[in-house]
């Protein structure tokens, strides 16, 4: 288990902290904020009388920040205490679409693109007053528009570009579609960070007669994107992988992008295994359902399917089906992203809590130390195994 005081927090902070959790994501913000307060009060810095470490213990580091709009749908960003030399982390959901507001007297769902403008509104409003400027955003906006197919736009280069213009330092995002997309700021700081050692934990908690070796378990890549994710998984449990690839009909386009024909296999023999399904994000759930049918059809045991976002665009219906139909028995995905109440009430969903893990990045950036023992699971997953294979009880 990954503790905060096996982090170097020695050095003098960056600047008094501050977090603000923009409209939707209040909740995670709530959670990062009390684990901070928790552990300063518990074992603040002992230079914490020093100067360098004015407001270190505080009741609360969320900064009240908010968006207000006219008639009209406009907006502007407002913050209502100062942020003057502060290290300011904001937390952002493109993804929670749960907001609405009145667009000349309609109602209107908000989308990626409106939190993204509400995300600038705010920077905009800190008006270069903060120390430094840090954006928490576990799904990357526009991550799914990471590169050009012909005559396309560059959504999410353009995106990232426009932030550190903005005077963002650092962006720290979970699971991108595509990390190359760091090499549109190849100067400013960005971090993609994998929640395997929270699916592995999640999975062990939940499921008690799990047999780890490579006899009884495989991971599984549902498509070419996903190899790298599933063989470090595999690597790190010593399991065997296998991935299926899309083979896609590039004679026409349905909703923008060329149809799936079928989903081909490639590795070893899934009979009778217990199969982690491995992948960023379930969209619409029809790709996931497909593979985990095919490895039905090849006699695997039981199916998880573990991503770090699960958006669920087509409700919760076919997984419903596809969970009394015996297709799978599980599905994991991150707190990260809004979650809605009728996933949160299925009793095949494990969901996987990341506000303790974001907190120990927020607090280790705060110091300006290291974080790259945050960002490699390897020893806390088979830490978690070995109790699991002890019998000891895994909290999820």
Known sequence: ??????????????????????????????????????????????????????????????VEANVPRFGSGEAKGIINESVRGKDIYLLVDVCNYSLTYSLTGNVNHMSPDDHFQNLKRIIAAIGGKARRINVIMPFLYESRQHKRKGRESLDCAIALQELVRMGVDNILTFDAHDPRVENAIPLHGFE????????????????????????????????????????????????????????????????GRNPIIAHEFLGTSVEGMDVIILDDM?????????????????????????????LFTN???KFDEAYEEGLINGILTTNLIYQTPELLSRPYYINCDMSKYVALMIDTLNHDSSINSILNPADRIQNVVEKYKRGEEIIP
């Open 1 to 62: 288990m990954l503790r905060r005081n096996e982090r170097n927090l020695e050095n003098i902070p960056v600047g008094s902290l501050g977090i603000i959790a923009l409209d939707g994501c209040q909740e995670m913000g709530n959670r990062i904020n009390d684990y901070l307060v928790k552990w300063r009060h518990e074992d603040g810095s002992e230079f914490k009388e020093h100067i360098a470490f004015s407001g270190y213990e505080k009741d609360s580091y969320l």
């Open 315 to 317: 409700g919760m219906d």
């Open 192 to 255: 993609t960070v994998r929640p395997t050692y929270q699916f592995v934990k999640g999975l062990l908690g939940t499921v008690k007669d799990l047999k780890i070796d490579s006899d009884h378990m495989m991971v599984i890549s549902p498509d070419e994107g996903a190899t790298e994710r599933a063989i470090y998984l595999a690597s790190v449990l010593n399991l065997d992988m296998g991935m299926f690839y899309k083979r896609r009909d590039y004679s026409r386009i349905v909703n």
């Open 282 to 310: 379930i969209s619409s759930g029809d790709s996931i359902l497909d593979v985990a049918g095919q490895l039905k059809q090849r006699k695997a045991k039981r199916i998880y399917a573990a991503a770090t976002f699960g």
